[in-house]
């Protein structure tokens, strides 16, 4: 008879539980003294608990098209406003819909409101358009009553004048990709021509036999190409008109210039006002769409010293559409070798170009910090919404509500905590000790990552959230009285205390998994087809059923492994919840076994 192998463990031992137990420690006080180094000490509070700005946002039709308010465009504008939401580092706001043309956003406390603000309301109509003319961005004086020919011919002149001088404005710099506005100095200063010679001068760039310097070739037929159309009820007159009238050195100015430039299609040129308001310009009809823009992000330029910047990068249409434009503005003179980037309504940046700029990636650079860098980064990576929106009402959402709903689940967990451990005490007696240990690791961890989720990840801890916590509990409890349950079966079957927390073990451990599989999973899908607060609640259920598999592991198992070398638990006092007496043990059937001798059959 083969003699039995030295050392060998029954199924699930744990020859070093000390070491285990040693490790889960560590993990809680590395976690929680980062708590304290990180100067977080407490989780992030959703809105619903901390308070925050409520907005309403009213959708308006755009031009041309009259019928884009409805189910399918509220709903994309709903995803692209959360996105550009969250891109600010909030993961706990509120956007859903309300009726057929509002939207409601909840930001909770602690978010920039201004600049949510602008995120959530900003349409993000990108369009790259050519530069025909730029002047100084306060309003043109008109001429006095009375004037004569030869003074508006004199005044044509001195424009003439201006323009030549603005051929040497080297304020902006070429540059092999887009480097970014005039300096304010060089920008005050009037520059380029007046709307009607920068017709004429494209008339001629377009013209048949037109020579480099854009002049008709006398040798050539001089016949024109039609003249660009100018934007709606009005001609080259009427655009320099309203360009005179445009005053983009106040806020108010710009901003009717900014509804008024992007009112108006794509294919008209337009008179806009520069970020800045120091400069207004005439822009041609757009040559590359925002659609065309695959991404974008800030980036600070350390080679070059431009600063915060935004780098932008085309698909295949977009690139070959921006490099024909980069490539035709090359051979222009300033202004008119400039691109103004508008974002709806307003020029962003309209640097010069002195070359075709190829390979499907610009730039857009000049007074940005990092902030505002970020903003249009963010607003253009998420898309352009499908509608326009206005901000009927801003208000302040107050937690009182929150904190008396938070107060009274705080209290039905602590019944529900305090009846389960009554139970314990009562049915397990000194094994409840354990339980209670285990559901005081479990709580510990479970605090601290939350903590460390909020500035790492931006959770939030709403009230959904404290209520999967508060489910957590029976989930945590219910793995213990599963192993305990099981320890005490073996018993009943004649074993000692450490050969039945050893061979328990293998059967409580695949009940657990499979129970802590289930609730994850329902976890899981909960979180993927739902939103908002839901979320909340369906994350953390996830997290702390992830946490009560790690517990039950690492910290239950070792334990009991401890305990049962103990004498209290291993003779089975009365107290220790594993008195033989109680449990109805029936006498070993392996002793039973031992004692009977094979009968020989010649003495039967």
């Not at 902006?172 to 001068?201: E, I």
């Not at 010293?305 to 051979?331: E, H, M, P, R, Y």
Request: aromatic residues 6%; hydrophobic residues 40%.
């Amino acid at each position: 008879m083969a003699a039995p192998k030295k050392g060998r463990r029954s199924p699930g031992g744990q020859g070093r539980p000390g070491r285990v137990l040693a490790l889960i420690l560590i993990a809680m006080v590395a976690l929680t003294g980062g708590m304290f180094a990180s100067g977080h000490t407490t989780p992030r509070l959703g809105i619903d608990l901390a308070g925050g700005t409520s907005f309403t946002l009213e959708a308006k039709n755009q031009p041309g098209r009259p019928n884009a308010i409805n189910a399918t465009n509220m709903n994309t504008a709903v995803g692209i406003i959360e996105r550009r939401v969250n891109g600010l580092g909030v993961t706990e706001a509120e956007v859903q819909t309300q009726g057929d043309n509002h939207i409601i956003v909840n930001i909770p406390k602690g978010t920039d409101a201004k600049q949510a603000r602008q995120q959530v309301g900003t349409t993000a109509q990108l369009g790259f358009r050519p530069v025909l003319t730029a002047t100084a961005g306060v309003k043109t004086p008109e001429p006095a009553p009375g004037a004569t020919g030869k003074d508006k011919g004199d005044k044509g002149k001195q424009d003439e004048k201006n323009g030549e001088k603005s051929k040497d404005d080297k304020s902006t710099g070429a540059t092999t990709k887009p480097s970014g506005s005039p300096s304010p100095t060089a920008s005050a200063k009037p520059q380029g021509r007046p709307v009607t010679d920068a017709l004429k001068a494209d008339e001629a760039d377009a013209t048949p036999g037109a020579s480099a310097s854009g002049k008709p070739d006398a040798k050539k037929d001089d016949k024109k190409a039609p003249t660009p159309t100018p934007a709606p009820g009005g001609d080259a007159a009427a655009l320099q008109k309203k360009l005179d009238a445009l005053d983009c050195s106040t806020k108010e100015g710009r901003a009717k210039a900014n509804e008024a430039a992007a009112a108006a299609l794509p294919t008209d040129m337009i008179a806009a006002c520069r970020k800045d308001g120091q400069v207004k310009e005439i822009l041609g009809p757009v040559a590359v769409e925002g659609t065309n823009v695959s991404g974008a992000n800030a980036v600070f330029d350390t080679q070059q010293g431009k600063g915060w910047l935004v780098q932008l990068k085309f698909d295949s249409a977009g690139a070959k559409k921006f490099a024909q434009v980069t490539g035709q503005l090359a051979t222009k003179q300033s202004p008119q070798n400039q691109f103004a980037i508008v974002l709806d309504g307003e020029v962003v940046s309209d640097p010069s170009v002195s070359t075709s700029i190829g390979g499907g990636s610009a730039e857009i650079s000049g007074g940005f910090t990092q902030q505002s860098a970020s903003e249009l980064a963010n607003v253009l990576s998420y898309g352009a919404l499908p509608l326009s929106f206005d901000v009927v009402t801003e208000t302040t959402v107050t937690a009182a509500l929150g904190g008396e709903q938070l107060r009274a689940g705080l209290i039905a967990g602590a019944i529900g905590l305090f009846l389960v451990i009554v139970y314990l005490v009562a049915y397990y007696r000194g094994l409840a000790l354990v339980a209670l240990a285990s559901l005081a690791v479990s709580a510990l961890l479970t605090y601290t990552i939350m903590v460390h989720l909020g500035p790492a990840i931006g959770f939030a801890l709403n009230l959904p959230a404290v209520c999967g916590a508060i489910v957590a509990i029976g989930i945590t409890a219910d793995s213990f009285i599963v192993y305990f349950e099981r320890i005490r079966d073996e018993i009943r079957e004649g074993r000692t205390l450490r050969p039945a927390v050893e061979r328990g073990w293998p059967r409580a451990r695949r009940t657990i998994l499979v129970s802590d599989f289930v609730s994850f999973l329902a976890a899981a899908v909960l979180f993927v087809v739902t939103v908002g607060k839901v979320q909340g609640f369906a994350f953390t259920l996830g997290l702390t059923t992830l946490l009560d598999v790690v517990v039950v592991f690492f910290f239950t198992k070792p334990l009991m492994t401890i305990l049962a070398r103990r004498k209290f638990f291993a003779s089975g006092h009365p107290w220790s919840g594993l008195d033989p007496a109680r449990l109805g043990v029936r006498p070993p059937l392996r002793a039973s076994r031992r004692r009977s001798a094979p009968v020989d059959p010649k003495e039967a």
